[in-house]
């Protein structure tokens, strides 16, 4: 059995007056998350809601105006956040070269963060059940009942064709999520569905390596030796235009100015996250069901001058910037949603190593002709594919050797 978990994002219709009691609910809720996420932050990062309550349920009450329920679900969703962000530090560790040229890890936990946590935007999160529910209106539509500091409201909201399936009665649904951009209002709410759908050793189909990069998003390789390039050339010139227009609304400097800022910057965020999803649907209904997606890690790696010194400060700063992690979740939920899975491997060496007899040797990537030409055997090939190559061949020895973290036990030698 396994477990799946998306996002359903409505876009709701509230009236005047529901706009103001969400407005009213949103910002005192935003102002009771920075309450807490202060007192968390003074006081040595506690995690643990029960005390985090005995000390903070009355201060919150009186100090930001909130109702019971709204005040517990403020302390939950800040607890939450503080864990996420642990779990984001730990996976990034600072990394240094000592004296003797070799890199050195130190973990990051939360006492790195220089500030407390900042909920910038207004939210508010409901409990479901409790907080909101599904009703029918006078008519028969579905309407979605909230709960506000003034009561309750009934608004309308979009069905895409594609969120009907959640309503089937096999989708469970979390906390929800009340948010406002450009003037118009979503509710975001996790739903959950168990399958039978798991990967195990005996239904793998494919061993698919992927390597992530600029020239392409994602090159695949896969155990038939068939390559898959998806190329970065559009996005990036798209990006390069975004880059473009910030410079011009930054050198101007006025209000105006940086209010465009800002709308650029959600623009182009929502951009990412709709390349990011087609890329991950395209991998994911070529291989479908049984497949095994191999990637490497990026925990850790550096993107340091020393190790991108022959990139352009362009092809770096693209590099630090693309959300190659995002990508990862998508595809791992997307893969899973299948019956497939997606399993990091260490990136030690996958760009250096010939694939066909092993040699390692840095020089033999050759980034100005985009290939890798190996001095032992004389093997070549597109550079990005190589990486793949490697990629996938790790993840065919997790197989082969038993050494799948859920497969089983690493084989002692």
């Known amino acids: 059995?396994?477990?799946?978990?998306?996002?359903?994002?409505?876009?709701?219709?509230?009236?005047?007056?529901?706009?103001?009691?969400?407005?009213?609910?949103?910002?005192?809720?935003?102002?009771?998350?920075?309450?807490?996420?202060?007192?968390?932050?003074?006081?040595?990062?506690?995690?643990?809601?029960?005390?985090?309550?005995?000390?903070?349920?009355?201060?919150?009450?009186?100090?930001?105006?909130?109702k019971s329920q709204f005040t517990i679900s403020s302390l939950k969703t800040v607890t939450a956040r503080y864990k996420t962000i642990r779990t984001q530090l730990a996976k990034k560790p600072y990394k240094y070269q000592n004296g003797n040229g070799d890199w050195q890890f130190i973990p990051r936990t939360l006492e790195w963060l220089t500030k407390p946590v900042s909920f910038r935007?207004?939210?508010?999160?409901?409990?479901?059940?409790?907080?909101?529910?599904?009703?029918?209106?006078?008519?028969?539509?579905?309407?979605?009942?909230?709960?506000?500091?003034?009561?309750?409201?009934?608004?309308?909201?979009?069905?895409?064709?594609?969120?009907?399936?959640?309503f089937?009665?096999?989708?469970?649904?979390?906390?929800?999520?009340?948010?406002?951009?450009?003037?118009e209002w979503y509710f975001h709410i996790p739903v959950t569905k168990t399958t039978d759908e798991?990967?195990?050793?005996?239904?793998?189909?494919?061993v698919v390596g992927l390597d992530?990069?600029?020239?392409?998003?994602?090159?695949?390789?896969?155990?038939g030796g068939n390559t898959t390039f998806i190329s970065g050339k559009d996005v990036m010139a798209k990006r390069d235009r975004f880059q473009k227009v910030r410079d011009e609304l930054q050198a101007k400097g006025t209000k105006s100015a940086k209010r465009a800022l800002k709308r650029i910057s959600g623009r182009e965020n929502r951009w990412i996250f709709d390349v990011n999803h087609q890329i991950s649907k395209t991998l994911v209904d070529r291989y479908g069901s049984g497949t095994l997606f191999a990637v490497e890690d990026l925990a850790g790696v550096s993107f340091s001058e020393e190790n991108?010194?022959?990139?352009?400060?362009?092809?770096?700063?693209?590099?630090?910037?693309?959300?190659?992690?995002?990508?990862?979740?998508?595809?791992?939920?997307?893969?899973?949603?299948?019956?497939?899975?997606?399993?990091?491997?260490?990136?030690?060496?996958?760009?250096?190593?010939?694939?066909?007899?092993?040699?390692?040797?840095k020089a033999n990537r050759h980034h100005e002709i985009h290939e890798y030409i190996c001095d032992c055997c004389g093997y070549r090939s597109n550079d990005d594919r190589v990486g793949a190559m490697n990629i996938q061949l790790l993840g065919t020895m997790y197989l082969s050797r038993d050494m799948h973290p859920r497969f089983g036990a690493r084989k002692e030698k």
């Open 1 to 66: 059995m396994a477990e799946m978990t998306k996002t359903m994002k409505l876009h709701i219709h509230p009236d005047e007056a529901g706009v103001a009691l969400l407005k009213e609910l949103t910002v005192k809720y935003s102002c009771a998350c920075n309450y807490v996420s202060e007192y968390v932050f003074d006081h040595g990062f506690i995690l643990n809601f029960m005390e985090l309550q005995k000390a903070l349920y009355n201060d919150v009450r009186r100090e930001c105006g909130l």
């Open 121 to 166: 935007r207004p939210q508010a999160d409901l409990v479901r059940g409790r907080d909101y529910s599904f009703v029918n209106g006078a008519s028969g539509e579905k309407l979605l009942s909230l709960n506000t500091l003034g009561g309750r409201i009934k608004v309308t909201f979009d069905i895409p064709d594609c969120f009907e399936e959640y």
């Open 168 to 183: 089937d009665g096999s989708w469970s649904f979390g906390t929800g999520k009340i948010v406002s951009l450009l003037g």
């Open 198 to 206: 798991e990967l195990t050793p005996d239904n793998v189909k494919h």
């Open 212 to 223: 992530r990069g600029l020239r392409f998003i994602v090159t695949g390789y896969d155990e």
């Open 308 to 361: 991108l010194s022959n990139r352009t400060k362009k092809q770096r700063k693209d590099l630090r910037t693309w959300s190659f992690y995002q990508l990862e979740q998508f595809l791992t939920y997307k893969a899973e949603a299948v019956g497939s899975e997606v399993l990091e491997v260490k990136p030690d060496y996958t760009s250096q190593r010939c694939p066909k007899c092993g040699r390692i040797l």
